[in-house]
């Protein structure tokens, strides 16, 4: 009788008179070595490591912070988490390979698992450049002591411009410099934050976000928008005018405990509490409610000789909740508990990321070119709005200056 070892044997020989003897597919995979450039505590992913090269004996995965390597040394990385912002520089070195392939040739991996945004604001021209990891957005920050002190309720979920308004007539005290809202004109926030108002009210500062090309400054909703801004300061005194700005402002005031709200950064809250103690809410909701956000992405290096490694780590690590921010995976941030943020910021991210907008990679065409000249009229609009100007106008004559 034909033992199993016989007929194994005989199998063998067969190939080997075919002259195929590739065995190549029993044969053992070479090690190799990743180097992920990580945000955050390198304790989070320790961990996450351990697991993977437990289910992959021959990836090993070398964690390193760019923070100490310095973000020069950007290309030695195998994978990286970078911003949005960040990777059109990137783009523009060549440096993350387009993981369109990757996606389509993967059947247990689809990008209809993350938010929309996260995907839109990670793609150009149909070119995927990294998997969807975290985001930050524009929340309102609050003022908790000065709440208390005027019995004023706290902000939630489902509040409304006119909520806020309402909140932010009771707790000013103009006399006392004590103010319910403060803004910003200098920064980012300063672009950012009354690009909320007009977007909030249905208006655009671009005419495509994901792939602008040039401004809309004075659309009809722009003003309708900047109006509610404009009313906080000029018509209802709830935000500092020209005579009330201590410098630096807005901070000095927000430090001192005079600002009861504000907008920051998700990822600046916990900054703020070092001092304060601050509370955090969605932005309030208008007609189209939505706050700006930016995304940070998982990408892969052209530099590095394992795509399939990087692969496999990529959608590894993108299946498991950031170690700060909001997760981009729809189930990873409907999921209590699952972020290392605290429930409060947890709490409002979740709200808040379905609705968040921003602005696309695409560095090209005429408003790209004449950027700073863009930027210089909209906040020069902006600045006039918060020292008195009618809105209109002040738009009006904005645009004049974008319309190359």
Not at 95 to 106: E, K, Q, R, V, Y
Not at 149 to 175: E, I, N
Request: glycine fraction near 8%; proline fraction near 8%; charged fraction near 20%.
């Amino acid at each position: 009788m034909t033992t199993i070892r016989q007929t194994l044997a005989l199998a063998c020989l067969v190939v080997l008179a075919a002259g195929c003897s590739d065995f190549s597919f029993i044969a053992a995979k070479e090690p190799v070595t990743l180097r992920f450039f990580y945000p955050g505590d390198p304790g989070y992913y320790e961990p996450l490591v351990e697991a993977f090269q437990r289910e992959n004996k021959n990836i090993t995965v070398e964690l390193v912070s760019p923070q100490v390597v310095g973000f020069q040394r950007i290309g030695e990385a195998d994978v990286l988490v970078v911003p949005q912002f960040f990777l059109t520089n990137l783009i523009e070195q060549g440096i993350p390979i387009d993981l369109s392939t990757w996606i389509a040739d993967d059947p247990d991996f689809s990008l209809d698992a993350f938010y929309p945004a996260g995907v839109n604001l990670l793609s150009t021209e149909g070119k995927r450049w990294a998997i969807p990891y975290m985001a930050d957005m524009l929340v309102m920050v609050y003022n908790r002591d000065l709440f208390d002190a005027s019995q004023v309720p706290y902000p939630d979920a489902a509040w409304t411009w006119d909520g806020f308004l309402d909140r932010a007539l009771r707790l000013t005290h103009a006399a006392e410099g004590v103010f319910g809202y403060a803004y910003y004109q200098t920064g980012q926030l300063a672009m950012y934050e009354p690009m909320v108002f007009m977007y909030q009210y249905g208006g655009r500062l671009f005419d495509n976000l994901e792939d602008p090309t040039t401004l809309k400054i004075n659309d009809p909703y722009n003003v309708t928008g900047l109006q509610l801004y404009a009313d906080l300061v000029h018509r209802h005194g709830v935000a500092p005018g020209p005579r009330d700005r201590p410098a630096p402002y807005p901070q000095s005031g927000i430090e001192a405990g005079r600002y009861a709200m504000w907008m920051g950064w998700l990822s600046e809250v916990e900054g703020w509490r070092e001092d304060l103690d601050v509370g955090v809410a969605p932005i309030p909701n208008g007609p189209n409610p939505v706050t700006i956000g930016t995304a940070y992405g998982i990408a892969i290096s052209s530099q590095t000789l394992h795509h399939e490694a990087a692969w496999a780590w990529v959608r590894f690590i993108s299946q498991y909740a950031p170690p700060m921010l909001i997760p981009l995976r729809q189930s990873l941030a409907e999921l209590k508990g699952a972020r290392s943020v605290d429930a409060e910021l947890s709490e409002v991210g979740r709200v808040s990321v379905p609705r968040m907008i921003g602005m696309g990679l695409n560095p090209e065409g005429p408003l790209w070119s004449k950027w700073g000249i863009a930027m210089q009229a909209f906040s020069g609009a902006i600045f006039a709005i918060q020292n008195g100007d009618p809105v209109g106008p002040a738009l009006d004559a904005a645009q004049r200056k974008v319309d190359f």
